[in-house]
């Protein structure tokens, strides 16, 4: 979204699709998404809930990344190389050309594997230092990870007394 009125739309109009009968698993982020922020209502139900770290291997993670990012689509890769050239102040002007250089040659994995290990995780760490984890599951297999989520939040909606269609 370009705006954060655009933002806040769409975010409501997939709120609205939601079945709030069933539990609402919402990926952690920080107040900032892009050059738009969450509504401070949504934030503060975010953080009301439990919350669970799901954790993968550095592989198991670039793979997902690349297969999310990396669609075929012509119009990725001067995307993926803007947005990594907007990283300079973090990376510095010649680390950041190095890696724009190493995308452009097809070395995607090294890349998001550089982008993860020092930027994104050291960041997410920082940001998340005084969560408490109600739970934490390995992601590496998706299927047994939901298994365990749908246990989880049943469990929950024990705890808390109410039937496991309303836990969230």
């Not at 809930?49 to 297969?67: C, E, F, N």
């Not at 999310?68 to 002007?93: I, M, N, R, V, W």
């Amino acid at each position: 979204p370009r705006t954060q009125q655009q933002f806040e739309s769409n975010l409501l109009h997939r709120l609205t699709e939601l079945d709030f009968a069933r539990p609402v698993w919402v990926e952690g982020e920080s107040r900032k998404v892009g050059p738009v922020s969450i509504p401070s209502e949504l934030m503060r139900a975010m953080k009301s809930g439990a919350m669970v770290l799901l954790t993968a291997s550095v592989p198991t993670r670039v793979r997902r990344i690349i297969a999310e990012y990396d669609g075929g689509d012509p119009d990725t890769l001067p995307q993926l190389e803007a947005a990594l050239l907007s990283l300079k102040h973090l990376f510095g002007t010649g680390r950041t050309l190095e890696l724009a250089a190493r995308l452009r040659a097809g070395h995607m994995e090294e890349v998001v594997e550089t982008l993860l290990l020092d930027y994104y995780d050291p960041r997410y760490a920082h940001a998340m230092r005084n969560y408490r984890y109600a739970l934490t599951l390995s992601a590496e297999d998706p299927e047994a990870c939901a298994a365990a989520l749908r246990g989880f939040a049943e469990q929950e909606a024990g705890r808390l007394s109410l039937p496991a269609a309303h836990a969230g």
